[in-house]
């Protein structure tokens, strides 16, 4: 279980709430707290009832036989029931006269921009659908996404959708080894990527690193390539093609595939607490259908807002909030390409104001990285249009929210911090924005229809203001059905500690007020910047470097990142620690992996604090690290002294600087 410190929960013991505005309580989608708390005590009390009067709001080709079945690990939604996700977050709204709507904004990072009607989209939607078609792709077959986030990103993604293909969205930073893991596992039939993208001013390959991943991979039929930066790349004939040609001959109609309820649209990969990636499988339409009620409460989304998730397409946050929430609640989402902060720090409200954001959904680190630059670059900006600000990812610090409540959002803006997994798909700890109260730093309540707990080592429920293990005790629509092709793991992950439930590996507190704080993991997985990372891959990654004998890498907190890792490593005999060894390290991590995981410091050393098993105690490395002293139990340390050790290696490159 994850300690929390005596000044953490002291300030958890005294958090006040903070009540949202009278008037725009009036104004919010439910328009008052009793009607919001009325219809989340009928989400936990009926929870069949709650369910089928949200599904009942979308479209459906043939209605479900029974709204829930079954229990956790295995349990089933709206069974029976036909529909179609891209029918549900397009064709719906052109049934009620939103042609001429704007659907989508596409904003790349050299300021190139693209605007897309929900007819527009519809259009192109409709014809890379029948281009996966021309290649032999039916429901059930699989499409690999490795894009930026470009407008042909949702297309692509829409279209999927559109056959019930399914399909995977793989971050377009990691690197060629982390890429091919997930395609080898994965084995799609058709990619889709670019010639390259744009990021702080530099050009990303990525045609280049689809050829190197895929080499030998019998499962591919086609690489559809982008043309985005016009750069040269080696196009393989039979193969490759160019989307902009494929489009320029597609036909414009396409009819949306029948998909029952539970069966499957989407896999996830994710890092496992044994390093090797997780595909997270999650249903197609149960995924929208809860996905648009969550985001409807959690933004307070109105049929004129103009939403920004600032998420990457290779994160599910942008497929929760940035396409399914937002579309299916028919309002117009915003696709950024770059870094919010380039070229120069301003760019993050640049794009509010150009774009009169009134919803935004982004993570801590965003917010703690504009806290750095200081409030000189918003003054020449009118964001006074910010309505909502919601957040995910890490721990959401009240020094932080305080900044945003009072610099970004000038005290008239609702911040909702919210917590979910890849696994849970949306947020079912949240708030409902302008409804319920807020809490500087809490995740919220237990949102409609979701029932959790904190419960100590044997699984019993611990009381208020006490850290515990947190766990979902019923299932929700939009919950991880199973792992792609390794079943025996989805039950052992998950299901194998508290009978029953879900654990979520993650640590927290219940307060008295029913808010929920997370504090932080208890496995080996982490948060880089909102991106979840595994220790036992990026010390995978540390240990094939020349000379490496053994590594073990630890999260510590960052001002801006949130956490970041740090790498303890033990070289063999006859290798030198220097600068050129941690260069050969970060390489090693960036080869295998991508930037993102590179540790902020590299601590060599002859020893690790390890049990007589072998295992190293990271831990103890995390409380030197982190405080310099050792607070935790040490008596199950094989060879103590290896702790006074570790302590002089870390003070004194501290002292180094």
């Known amino acids: 279980m994850a300690e929390v410190k005596p000044e953490e929960l002291k300030m958890i013991k005294e958090s006040k709430l903070y009540y949202p505005d009278s008037e725009k309580v009036k104004k919010s989608v439910l328009g008052s707290m009793d009607a919001f708390n009325a219809l989340l005590r009928r989400s936990w009390e009926d929870p069949e009832g709650f369910w089928a009067d949200v599904a009942s709001d979308l479209y459906w080709i043939k209605p479900w036989e029974k709204v829930m079945e079954g229990k956790m690990p295995y349990f089933k939604f709206f069974v ?35 605007f897309y009607t929900y007819r527009m989209l519809y259009s192109e939607v409709c014809k890379f659908a029948n281009v996966l078609k021309d290649f032999g792709l039916q429901k059930g077959d699989r499409v690999a996404i490795f894009l930026p986030n470009l407008a042909e990103t949702v297309v692509a993604v829409l279209a999927c959708y559109r056959l019930g293909v399914l399909f995977n969205t793989v971050f377009s930073g990691f690197s060629v080894r982390a890429l091919r893991d997930r395609l080898i596992n994965y084995e799609p039939q058709v990619i889709v990527t670019a010639d390259g993208g744009y990021r702080r001013g530099r050009e990303v390959p990525l045609k280049s690193k689809v050829d190197e991943a895929i080499e030998g991979m019998e499962s591919i039929q086609a690489v559809v390539v982008v043309k985005r930066t016009g750069s040269e790349i080696n196009m393989k004939e039979g193969r490759d093609y160019w989307w902009h040609e494929l489009m320029a001959k597609a036909r414009l109609e396409c009819p949306p595939e029948a998909m029952e309820a539970n069966e499957p649209g989407l896999v996830f990969y ?57 579309l299916s609640n028919g309002v117009t989402t915003i696709f950024y390409e770059g870094a919010l902060d380039y070229p120069r720090p301003d760019r993050f409200y640049q794009i509010i104001d150009k774009y009169r954001v009134n919803k935004l959904f982004t993570a801590p680190t965003a917010i703690r990285m504009l806290m750095r630059y200081g409030e000189s670059w918003m003054e020449t900006y009118d964001i006074s249009c910010l309505d909502v600000l919601s957040v995910v990812g890490e721990p959401f610090n009240p020094e932080a929210w305080h900044w945003a409540y009072e610099k970004l959002g000038q005290k008239r803006m609702y ?146 990142k949130g956490l970041i890792p740090v790498a303890f490593v033990t070289l063999r005999q006859g290798y030198e620690a220097g600068s050129e060894m941690e260069q050969a390290i970060k390489h090693k991590v960036i080869e295998n992996i991508g930037k993102i995981a590179v540790p902020g410091t590299i601590y060599f050393t002859p020893v690790m604090p390890k049990t007589p098993s072998g295992k190293i105690m990271r831990r103890l490395l995390k409380e030197i690290v982190v405080g310099g002293e050792i607070k935790g139990d040490i008596t199950g340390l094989e060879d103590i002294g290896t702790v006074e050790q570790v302590k002089a290696i870390v003070a004194a490159k501290k002292t180094q600087g």
Not at 272 to 294: D, E, L, Q, R
Not at 441 to 457: K, M, N, P, R, Y
Not at 478 to 489: D, G, K
Request: net charge negative; aromatic share 10%.
């Open 415 to 560: 911040i909702n911090n919210t917590w979910g997994q890849t696994e849970t798909a949306g947020c079912p700890l949240a708030g409902a924005a302008w409804v319920t109260p807020m809490k500087p730093g809490s995740c919220g309540i237990q949102f409609l229809g979701a029932q959790l707990d904190v419960v100590d080592e044997d699984g019993k429920p611990v009381p208020p203001e006490t850290p515990g293990n947190l766990i979902i005790t019923r299932p929700i629509p939009m919950m991880v059905r199973t792992l792609w092709r390794e079943p025996e793991r989805y039950i052992r992950e998950y299901f194998s500690q508290v009978e029953g439930c879900y654990f979520t590996n993650d640590a927290a507190i219940k307060d008295r007020d029913g808010h929920y704080w997370v504090t932080g993991r208890i496995d080996d997985v982490f948060n880089v910047a909102g991106h979840r990372l595994s220790t036992m891959e990026m010390e995978s990654a540390i240990i094939e470097c020349e000379g490496v004998a053994e590594a073990a890498v630890i999260g510590v907190p960052d001002p801006i």
């Open 80 to 114: 029976g029931g036909v529909t179609n996700p891209c029918y549900n977050l397009i064709d719906r709204h052109l049934e009620q006269g939103a042609d001429n709507k704007l659907a989508l904004i596409w904003e790349g990072e050299d300021y190139q921009t693209k």
């Open 270 to 326: 994710t890092s496992g607490t044994t390093g090797k990636p997780k595909g997270i499988v999650h249903s197609s339409v149960a995924f929208v259908v809860n996905n648009y009620i969550y985001a409807k409460f959690h933004m307070d989304h109105h049929p004129n807002d103009m939403f920004w998730c600032t998420a990457d397409i290779g994160w599910l946050t942008m497929h929760i909030w940035g396409i399914v929430g937002a």
